[in-house]
């Protein structure tokens, strides 16, 4: 890639913000862009070939493939955050090393339908359970070991929207300087 801003490529979108007031309207919407995600993004990569599969968003960045395979994993992660959160008293999570993942054989060569299928029926879980979740509910929390974090499942909805998007835009934004549309 010619001269880019790295910034700009890491993050397309922005980087994540917590909201001031998580608002039923703002949660149904992120819910929505949950719920709305695999769809979203088979579209954007169903027609690519393995070798655009294997290019990277950006220098010294995952290739598509790798982004597809880490949205799920990540968003794996998720759905067992949001249960322990309903099911334990502020849980200490699990947390686990994404880069090393993205390196393992599965990300780097497995076909991407898998994982799309995978994310079908994992963003209709997220979002059933996003939906049903009551006002005590999403002030339920889990921490986060590496920083000590203390996270709201309503912020959590924000985060993991923003997520999808966030890596969408990588793929997106890739598509866009290759003209691969």
């Not at 309207?25 to 070798?51: H, Q």
């Not at 309903?86 to 699990?94: A, G, M």
């Not at 994982?115 to 339920?140: P, V």
């Amino acid at each position: 890639m010619k001269e880019l801003d790295i910034e700009k490529l890491k993050y397309p979108i922005g980087k994540f913000t917590t909201p001031d007031h998580y608002s039923p309207e703002y949660l149904l919407k992120k819910i929505e862009e949950i719920e709305t995600f695999p769809k979203r993004l088979e579209k954007e990569v169903i027609d690519l070939t393995n070798e655009q599969l294997d290019t990277p968003y950006r220098p010294d960045g995952w290739t598509v493939r790798q982004v597809i395979h880490h949205c799920a994993e990540s968003h794996m992660n998720c759905y067992i955050r949001i249960k322990w959160a309903l099911t334990e008293n502020n849980p200490v999570i699990k947390a686990y090393d994404e880069v090393l993942w993205s390196e393992l054989n599965d990300n780097l060569t497995m076909p991407i339908e898998p994982t799309l299928e995978l994310l079908k029926g994992l963003h209709f879980r997220l979002g059933y359970i996003m939906r049903n979740l009551s006002e005590s509910d999403l002030e339920k929390t889990f921490i986060h070991p590496s920083d000590n974090s203390e996270n709201k499942l309503k912020k959590i909805i924000g985060m993991y929207a923003w997520h999808g998007n966030h890596h969408l835009a990588h793929i997106t934004t890739l598509k866009k300087y290759k003209n691969w549309e």
